[in-house]
Every structure is written in C-alpha cells, then in structure tokens.
T-cell receptor, first 109, second 112 residues
Framework: SQQGEEDPQALSIQEGENATMNCSYK?????LQWYRQNSGRGLVHLIL?????REKHSGRLRVTLDTSKKSSSLLITASRAADTASYFC?????????FGSGTKLNVKP | DGGITQSPKYLFRKEGQNVTLSCEQN?????MYWYRQDPGQGLRLIYY???????QKGDIAEGYSVSREKKESFPLTVTSAQKNPTAFYLC???????????FGPGTRLTVT
C-alpha cells in the first residue's frame, strides 16, 4: 500500500506533556502533510514539509522528515485538552495524497 | 468568507437509489477531491479533478461518478452499483496538485 501509516494508533497524555506521532510510507514523495480531524468533522491542514526539507516548525508543532527511512514525525509540545483529535499524515505523490488511518490523541485535563 | 461547503450534513437513502452529494468552493482552487472515510479508518480517494471538465479515478471509484462542469463545483453521485455506500464523505480542494488541501465539513450518508 502507498498509504501513510501512523504510529501509535492511539495516544493518551496529560495536559502539558508532549505528544509524538510517527508516520511511515513506502514510495517517493513530493511532500508530506499532516492533518487534524476533530470527531465527525472535516480535516484541517497543519503543516507541509517538502521532500528536500528535514524539519519544520509551526507554533507548538514540529515536523521532521527522513526520506532515507521514509518516515516522518509530528511533535506537539505543551499539549492542551483542545488538541484532542485524530492526526493523519498524508504522503503526496503523483497528484494524490495517501492518508493513513491516523493517531487518535486524547489529552486529559 | 472563503471556504468549501458540502450539503447536506446527513443524508439517508434506501438501497437501490442513486444519491448526489454536493461540494462547492469559492477559493478559486483548480483541484478538487472526493474521499470516503469509514469508522476508524483513514481517507480513501474516490475521484479527483485537476481542472474543469477533467477528472480522474482514485483508488475506489467503482460505484461512483462525478462531474466538473464549473470550477466551483464537484458533485459526487453514489450509484446503486456501490455495494457498501454508508460512509462519511469528504470533499477537498487545493490550489494546485502539490498544495495543502482544504476540506469541507463532510456528508454522512446512510443507506438502508
């Protein structure tokens, strides 16, 4: 499958802790994007990292990309209860995105 | 306000009926996409369109059809040939093939 695969499938942490989610994929990519989905809603774009980039920051988000290992990670620092959602990585290749099944993050207040 | 809208939010149909899901965007995006999401699953691509009057099959196009007569609109028809149509359907658009996707709020279709 060309889909991204997120790990872990579920993650439960306390407010204030950091949350790390990993993504692996199988093909070459143009870029890799991370999205967030609150229950029953559409997805919201978080961050895009190009294939020639290794790290990118946006607010409390830090994304890394290792194309040699075909993997990416999303770090959310100082998590808040409002960060509770599902997070999806989407490797992009040939005009398509390949969404994985997501990591379900629960941040306990 | 710029954005992407889908209607209706909930849709109920009897088995054997075709049903059309609406997707409209005012972001002036060239590319539009339809995805299907099943409970606890990721998104699977049904169809996508990079430009008006052109569209391509995604990974699970069987039992679905689309049209792209206007830049703003990309309706999806779920036909009676789709064996398991009950799902959450998401429409998205992007300014180009490599950019971030903007998603609509989704339509939850239930077929009984």
């Amino acid at each position: 499958s060309q889909q991204g695969e997120e790990d872990p499938q579920a993650l439960s942490i306390q407010e204030g802790e950091n949350a790390t989610m990993n993504c692996s994929y199988k093909t070459s990519i143009n870029n890799l994007q991370w999205y967030r989905q609150n229950s029953g809603r559409g997805l919201v774009h978080l961050i895009l990292i190009r294939s020639n980039e290794r790290e990118k920051h946006s607010g409390r988000l830090r994304v890394t990309l290792d194309t040699s290992k075909k993997s990416s990670s999303l770090l959310i620092t100082a998590s808040r209860a409002a960060d509770t959602a599902s997070y999806f990585c989407a490797p992009h290749n040939f005009n398509k995105f390949y969404f994985g099944s997501g990591t379900k993050l629960n941040v306990k207040p | 306000d710029g954005g992407i809208t889908q209607s209706p939010k909930y849709l109920f149909r009897k088995e054997g009926q075709n049903v059309t899901l609406s997707c409209e965007q005012n972001l002036n995006h060239d590319a539009m996409y339809w995805y299907r999401q099943d409970p606890g699953q990721g998104l699977r691509l049904i169809y996508y369109s990079q430009i008006v009057n052109d569209f391509q099959k995604g990974d699970i196009a069987e039992g679905y059809s689309v049209s792209r007569e206007k830049k703003e609109s990309f309706p999806l028809t779920v036909t009676s040939a789709q064996k398991n149509p009950t799902a959450f359907y998401l429409c998205a658009s992007s300014s180009g093939p490599f950019g971030e996707q903007y998603f609509g709020p989704g339509t939850r279709l239930t077929v009984t």
